[in-house]
């Protein structure tokens, strides 16, 4: 399927005048996220634009809904009490002519300000109604119901799994007989057997799906026309039966978080203080937690660190080479808007009992309707910080009386997580009191596994035997996380260096090694070698060659800059996607 850039192809109205009432504005900050009002008035413009115009359709879907952040120029200039501007993201499916359109709504003059009807072929991303959908297309489709009855399963008892198609075509055969051929808005499902009713579960003992691969069948469907296009009947493996539930093993005794003076979070909705740190947090449909206008409190000036930092993608492939599996290669944050599927944080489960909980509201994709006058749905407890224990922050001993002169450390956590399929991906964003800022991403829940009939796999790094002796694999697969850090060191002009280590042959001794310094000159993909140990480094610094007084001393504040050590030095890994597959 096409995924092209979201490219303006067509400008259909600069201009639409006002639905109703001017929305009523409570936001203070310009990075503020919409609130349910000025969600609900977004949707009613752009429904108004799209009702009195008999060429465009309705019955339409709202794939994302969100604030359109203002220019950084705009937002670097803003001060408090300051006005500023208040627009609406939307985007538009109608799913029966494949066509997709971005709207931009002004929210202080209850006007649309533009409609952009995308590329044919461009897809966003997919939505919670599309998928009660095609569930029910998939029960009703009789192949389906005969490939889960010939592997003994009951098609009542099994659980849909939904999935963006991936980048393997459809066979020519069948997109020669569709509308759209491979423009086609599709969806492919696995199917999971749940082994029972979902009423019928007892709530203490759940039997997550993930463990009972039903192999051999996955169905496509495609959206546009709203049936099944495409499905694979091939291998058929025996079922496990398992619940898959763990008892747990150890039982610690409690662990109390307490903070019997109060905490050092100081926190005005979404604006956070802690010790030298200030930031703004909010949780993005998209990209879920965002953190904007960092900065760091240094000797009595409040020093610029970053202008946003956020998740921008986790890309998932399988390196299984058959039909059912070849295709899947997620695209978790824009295929499926991770931040709408982050989870409500539970105490002593997800965070310590000090957490501070933030809430989230989001839109709906099918926008208002009679049971839901705003069209939006509520995240609660979806954002949390809490302080802990930092261990050592620094220490030194004096040799000559053995004295110990050290400081313990805190650290102050913000943290989400968000449930995706079969996974669950966590975030932490750790701030320390030493200035520096550490991602930590946590991956846990199920594997994807496979139904499968032998003992050793090449395409498994381990195949599981449960208790009656079916075989269950979990396919070679690797995980990619991309941030998107906008560090504005000191002030926007920042430039980045990437440090490599390498030996230094000809000295006469063996230990010599150095350091060379490259400046990457603007943001893209970059290729690197990990063994060489690349370490990047953003310094605030003016764009010459001249060590002019100004460049002089930014380069100086650089190295007393917070953030040191931007880019990860833990282990990394290379892409083993063959260059041959392009
Ligand atoms: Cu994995």
Redesign the pocket.
């Known amino acids: 399927m096409k995924r092209g850039l979201l490219v303006c192809l067509v400008c259909v109205a600069l201009t639409f005048p006002a639905a109703g009432e001017a929305v009523e504005i409570a936001a203070s900050h310009p990075f503020e996220p919409l609130s349910a009002l000025e969600m609900k008035t977004a949707f009613e413009i752009v429904k108004a634009r799209f009702t009195s115009d008999p060429n465009l359709p309705d019955k339409l879907r709202f794939p994302i809904l969100v604030l359109s952040e203002p220019p950084k120029q705009t937002v670097l200039a803003w001060k408090t009490g300051d006005a500023f501007p208040r627009v609406a993201h939307v985007e538009i499916l109608h799913n029966e002519s494949n066509r997709t359109w971005v709207a931009l709504v002004d929210l202080r003059q209850s006007k649309l300000v533009s409609l952009e009807q995308m590329p044919a072929g461009t897809q966003p991303a997919l939505t919670d109604s599309e998928n009660i959908e095609a569930d029910a297309i998939i029960r009703a489709y009789r192949p389906w119901q005969d490939a889960m009855r010939a592997r003994g399963v009951n098609p009542d008892f099994a659980f849909l799994d939904i999935w963006a198609p991936g980048d393997a075509p459809l066979p020519d055969d069948v997109a020669a007989k569709l509308p759209y051929g491979q423009n086609t808005r599709l969806l492919r499902y696995l199917t999971f057997d749940r082994g029972a009713k979902l009423e019928a579960f007892d709530p203490l003992a759940p039997q997550n799906p993930y463990g009972r691969p039903v192999e051999g069948v996955v169905v496509t469907v495609d959206m546009n026309a709203g049936a099944v296009v495409h499905m694979t009947d091939t291998v058929m493996h025996p079922i496990s039966t398992e619940s898959g539930n763990a008892p747990a093993t150890v039982a610690p005794r409690p662990l109390s978080s307490e903070q019997p003076q109060g905490s050092d979070i100081d926190r005005q909705g979404h604006l956070v203080r802690w010790h030298n740190w200030q930031f703004y947090v909010a949780l993005h449909p998209r990209e879920g937690l965002v953190l904007y206008d960092v900065r760091f409190a240094d000797r009595g000036t409040l020093r610029p660190i970053a202008y946003r930092m956020a998740l921008s993608e986790i890309y ?1 492939y399988y390196g299984l080479g058959e039909a059912n599996w070849a295709w899947r290669g997620a695209l978790d944050v824009g295929e499926y808007n991770a931040g709408t599927l982050a989870q409500a944080l539970k105490v002593n489960e997800d965070v310590p009992e000090n957490a501070q909980l933030l809430d989230a509201v989001f839109f709906s994709d099918i926008g208002p309707d009679g049971e839901n006058e705003t069209g939006t749905r509520d995240l609660p407890a979806t954002v949390a910080l809490y302080e802990r224990d930092g261990g050592i922050l620094w220490s030194r001993t004096d040799p000559s009386n053995y004295d110990r002169d050290t400081r313990y450390g805190r650290e102050l956590v913000v943290t989400w997580n968000c449930w995706i399929g079969n ?1 669950i991906y966590g975030f932490d964003w750790i701030f320390k009191l030493d200035g520096s800022i550490e991602i930590r991403v946590l ?1 846990t829940g199920n ?2 596994n496979r139904g499968t009939n032998a003992e050793t796999e090449a395409s498994a790094p381990k195949v599981g035997i449960d208790t009656k002796g079916v075989l269950v694999a ?1 396919p070679n ?3 990619f996380l991309n941030f998107r850090l906008d560090l504005d060191v000191d002030g926007p002009v920042n430039h980045f260096t990437e440090m490599e280590v390498a030996h230094l042959p000809g000295t006469g001794f063996k230990n010599s090694f150095a350091t060379t310094m490259q400046h990457i000159e603007q943001e893209g993909f970059r290729d690197t070698n990990p063994s060489r140990c690349a370490i990047g480094t953003w310094k605030a610094a003016v764009k010459t060659h001249s060590v002019s007084r100004r460049a002089m001393r930014l380069s100086r504040a650089a190295w007393r800059s917070p953030i040191r050590r931007p880019v990860s030095r833990g282990s990394s890994v290379l892409p083993l996607l063959s260059i041959s597959c392009g």
């Open positions: 998932v996974y991956l594997t994807l979990a697969h690797q995980h």
